[in-house]
């Protein structure tokens, strides 16, 4: 069983209603590259905040957060329980933990945006010297964006980070699987070959046909290695290869963000984190 067939039977098996933890499966339209539950999993027990975002919008993190916010409360006034289930895991993180997105005015700038990198970069330190010590000089947006939150929020970035204490906002507990890397391997390539005998191909050519191929949600794994297959860079099967490579280390960055940034209780298959939910 994947994460979608264990969220499902913990769901009926808990009282829960799933909500999703991708940064992906969000967008309508896109179905097999994003990997969704089946439609037909929709009927057994409620699922949120998929296939509810145009393709054409840049969907944040700051968005996730609040919808994710609203619906985790919405769900427990019913007096049920949420299973999240994806794995992006900034996403979830902000969302679970007291993170502050902060909402700010039209800032001018055209000041600071005449300036040289070095001068940028000098602005930065003299406002925010922490801040200036993480950003390169040549990383200009960064150092922009920086100077622009102190400017709106007359507090300096790392203020406004070492104000929060990074501690979780709900009573939630994180399961992961405890896999193998070559069997996790192993799987993804399964995966992906099953992903284009769904037609995952077609999917991207009507996408781009559709919105253009500089459309940023199709910059997601498994439908930007196919784009340039469209224009004959390359042939499909070297797209396919370039999918299983891409996905096998997202998945192991994925796994390494995951140890480092929440308390993680491992498990061996469904049957066993349904024992220890029981307990």
């Known amino acids: 069983m994947g994460k979608t067939d264990t969220a499902l039977a913990v769901a009926k098996a808990f009282n829960c209603e799933i909500i999703n933890g991708d940064a992906f499966q969000c967008y309508k339209e896109m179905e097999i590259g994003v990997a969704k539950p089946p439609k037909e999993y929709f009927n057994v ?3 949120h905040l998929f296939s509810f975002v145009d393709v054409e919008h840049e969907y944040s993190i700051a968005e996730y957060q609040e919808n994710l916010r609203n619906k985790i409360n919405e769900i427990i006034s019913k007096g049920k329980n949420v299973v999240i289930v994806g794995g992006s895991g900034l996403y979830i993180r902000s ?3 007291d993170y502050e997105f902060l909402k700010q005015s039209e ?3 055209s000041k600071y945006e005449k300036m040289t990198n070095a001068e940028l970069h000098d602005a930065l330190e003299e406002i925010d010297p922490k801040e200036a010590e993480k950003i390169h000089m040549n990383n200009r947006k960064r150092v922009l964006r920086a100077i622009e939150i102190y400017l709106s929020q007359g507090k300096t970035k790392t203020e406004v980070i070492e104000a929060q204490e990074h501690k979780v906002i709900y009573d939630a507990k994180f399961y992961v699987r405890n896999m193998d890397r070559d069997l996790l391997y ?3 390539n399964k995966r992906v ?3 284009m005998q769904l037609g995952l191909f077609d999917e991207v050519k009507n996408l781009v046909k559709k919105y ?3 459309c940023k949600s199709l910059q997601a794994i498994g439908y930007k290695e196919l784009i340039p297959v469209l224009d ?3 042939s499909l099967e070297e797209g396919v290869e370039l999918i299983k490579k ?3 280390n997202y998945a192991k960055r994925q796994v390494t963000y995951i140890k480092h940034q929440f308390p993680v209780n491992f498990y061996e298959n469904t049957e066993d984190l349904m024992e220890i939910l029981k307990k």
């Open 107 to 109: 800032i001018d700038l």
């Open 193 to 195: 070959d099953k992903m």
């Open 95 to 97: 969302a679970l933990y």
């Open 45 to 47: 027990v409620p699922h």
């Open 186 to 188: 192993s799987l993804i």
């Open 212 to 214: 253009g191929k500089n």
């Open 246 to 248: 891409n996905s096998r």
């Open 232 to 234: 004959g860079e390359y």
